[in-house]
């Protein structure tokens, strides 16, 4: 059974910008820790933006100022805007939620690629 999908993932110019979705299936509440995750060219995956079950967020150097996560709890999805980008930000986007990340479970993610 698939558990988490990602979308809007593509190719765009530096200085655009792309909003990524997160579609959970409902068996995994968002209510809790989600985060979105880079992963670039020979590079292991790293956490870029987070929210926790409280509304908190956290952002990783590199992207803060222009990324901003949020959630939409009926619908059980989650997003990342993604303004300014920058060629380095280009790679692999996936999003998680703890239980399926405890169990090292990944959807297929959805591809970023920003040229200069």
């Known amino acids: 059974q698939v558990h988490l999908v990602e979308s809007g993932g593509g190719l765009v110019e530096a200085g655009q910008s792309l909003r990524l979705s997160c579609e959970v299936s409902r068996r995994f509440s968002i209510m809790n820790d989600i985060g979105w995750y880079h992963q670039s060219p020979g590079k292991q995956r790293e956490l870029v933006a987070r929210i926790s079950a409280g509304g908190m967020t956290n952002y990783g150097d590199a992207v803060k100022g222009r990324f901003t996560i949020s959630r939409d709890l009926a619908k059980n999805m989650a997003y990342l805007q993604m303004n300014g980008l920058k060629p380095e930000d280009t790679g692999v986007y996936y999003c998680?939620?703890?239980?399926?990340?405890?169990?090292?479970?990944w959807g297929q993610g959805t591809q970023v690629t920003v040229s200069s």
């Open positions: 998680n939620v703890a239980p399926l990340k405890l169990r090292d479970y």
